[in-house]
């Protein structure tokens, strides 16, 4: 048997419901779903519960962080291979039996990712579509999506997902420490399921913002590869110097300078074929908030390595003296 499981806020009822109604209409019908939401929302509206033949659990996530959920998930499972999927993703109707097919034909691999179709339901998704794929690079890797993707139950006996990142890499983070170990991934480009970017500029934002920490937590901490380079610095330097002439001063030199500034930045960005204008300015945005949000959360990790647990406390204290 094959059990699925499904982490969730409890925040988004609609794409929930259609991920459920989605495993209810798959072609392979022996497997259970466990949906592991916070013990807060507990009372969380379930359209489907046990129908067409599918068992569903609603169990307490009993602490914080998307790694906790899963691994509460884990621990509910009866099946020999667990799977995974995010709320808002909508399996295809053989995504489970093409889960089932590839285990079944590759016995030597322990755990399988899959590919995911993206619903574009406005400008602002249609252009993060062009901007983000999972890469050549990942896949050559063994790293496969966190919205789809497979284990073999018995990985689970001796490994856990890592509970200290609360989200982002949290499935590359494991699936590193897996080959670290000598066990083999490949994503199938077959095995499916559809899924949505974050429908507005702020969601999306505080995505990333939270992948930053998990990538911090994960290259700097873990493997001690610093994250910082002084090109990053320079970039957002560059970037926030001609933003305040903009902002601050009336000299029409300076009103020319912005607009320059940021055609340069358009330029030096690699353009991908086929990608429109207002992608080259979605990846310049993306840009300087992955270099923000990675400078942010680096400083922290040192901070707390050097003993400031709370910088803005430790700022008061110093100008109190």
Same mark, same amino acid.
């Given at each position: 048997?094959?059990?699925?499981?499904?982490?969730?806020?409890?925040?988004?009822?609609? %794409?929930?419901?259609?991920?459920?109604?989605?495993?209810?209409?798959?072609?392979?019908?022996?497997?259970?779903?466990?949906?592991?939401?916070?013990?807060?929302?507990?009372?969380?509206?379930?359209?489907?519960?046990?129908?067409?033949?599918?068992?569903?659990?609603?169990?307490?996530?009993?602490?914080?962080?998307?790694?906790?959920?899963?691994?509460?998930?884990?621990?509910?499972?009866?099946?020999?291979?667990?799977?995974?999927?995010?709320?808002?993703?909508?399996?295809?109707?053989?995504?489970?039996?093409?889960?089932?097919?590839?285990?079944?034909?590759?016995?030597?691999?322990?755990?399988?990712?899959?590919?995911?179709?993206?619903?574009?339901?406005?400008?602002?998704?249609?252009?993060?579509?062009?901007?983000?794929?999972?890469?050549?690079?990942?896949?050559?890797?063994?790293?496969?999506?966190?919205?789809?993707?497979?284990?073999?139950?018995?990985?689970?006996?001796?490994?856990?997902?890592?509970?200290?990142?609360?989200?982002?890499?949290?499935?590359?983070?494991?699936?590193?420490?897996?080959?670290?170990?000598?066990?083999?991934?490949?994503?199938?480009?077959?095995?499916?399921?559809? *899924?949505? *970017?974050?429908?507005?500029?702020?969601?999306?934002?505080?995505?990333?913002?939270?992948?930053?920490?998990?990538?911090?937590?994960?290259? %700097?901490?873990?493997?001690?590869?610093?994250?910082?380079?002084?090109?990053?610095?320079?970039?957002?330097?560059?970037?926030?110097?001609?933003?305040?002439?903009?902002?601050?001063?009336?000299?029409?030199?300076?009103?020319?300078?912005?607009?320059?500034?940021?055609?340069?930045?358009?330029?030096?960005?690699?353009?991908?074929?086929?990608?429109?204008?207002?992608?080259?300015?979605?990846?310049?945005?993306?840009?300087?908030?992955?270099?923000?949000?990675?400078?942010?959360?680096?400083?922290?990790? *040192?901070?707390?390595?050097?003993?400031?647990?709370?910088?803005?406390?430790?700022?008061?204290?110093?100008?109190?003296?």
């Amino acid at each position: 048997m094959i059990s699925v499981v499904v982490a969730t806020k409890g925040e988004r009822a609609a %794409e929930l419901n259609r991920c459920i109604d989605a495993l209810r209409n798959q072609t392979l019908k022996d497997f259970e779903v466990v949906i592991v939401i916070p013990k807060e929302n507990m009372k969380f509206d379930l359209q489907y519960e046990n129908s067409n033949g599918v068992c569903i659990q609603l169990i307490k996530q009993d602490a914080k962080g998307i790694c906790n959920a899963r691994n509460c998930g884990v621990k509910a499972c009866k099946g020999e291979i667990i799977a995974f999927t995010d709320d808002d993703a909508e399996p295809y109707p053989d995504w489970i039996e093409k889960i089932n097919r590839h285990f079944e034909e590759h016995p030597e691999l322990d755990y399988i990712g899959g590919e995911f179709t993206l619903q574009t339901n406005n400008v602002w998704q249609r252009w993060i579509d062009q901007r983000y794929h999972l890469s050549e690079a990942d896949i050559k890797r063994g790293l496969c999506h966190g919205n789809n993707m497979a284990y073999r139950r018995k990985i689970f006996d001796n490994n856990l997902f890592d509970e200290n990142i609360m989200f982002g890499v949290d499935e590359a983070e494991f699936q590193m420490r897996l080959r670290d170990l000598g066990m083999n991934g490949m994503t199938f480009h077959d095995t499916l399921i559809r *899924h949505q *970017h974050r429908s507005n500029l702020f969601s999306f934002s505080k995505m990333r913002w939270g992948y930053a920490q998990g990538h911090v937590y994960l290259y %700097e901490e873990k493997y001690g590869h610093s994250l910082f380079h002084w090109d990053d610095l320079m970039n957002v330097g560059f970037f926030l110097s001609t933003f305040y002439s903009l902002l601050l001063s009336r000299t029409t030199i300076h009103l020319i300078i912005f607009p320059i500034t940021l055609l340069i930045l358009i330029a030096i960005h690699e353009k991908k074929p086929g990608s429109t204008f207002g992608t080259w300015i979605v990846q310049i945005y993306v840009s300087l908030l992955w270099t923000v949000a990675k400078m942010y959360h680096s400083f922290k990790y *040192h901070l707390r390595r050097w003993g400031v647990s709370d910088f803005r406390l430790w700022v008061w204290n110093k100008t109190k003296r």
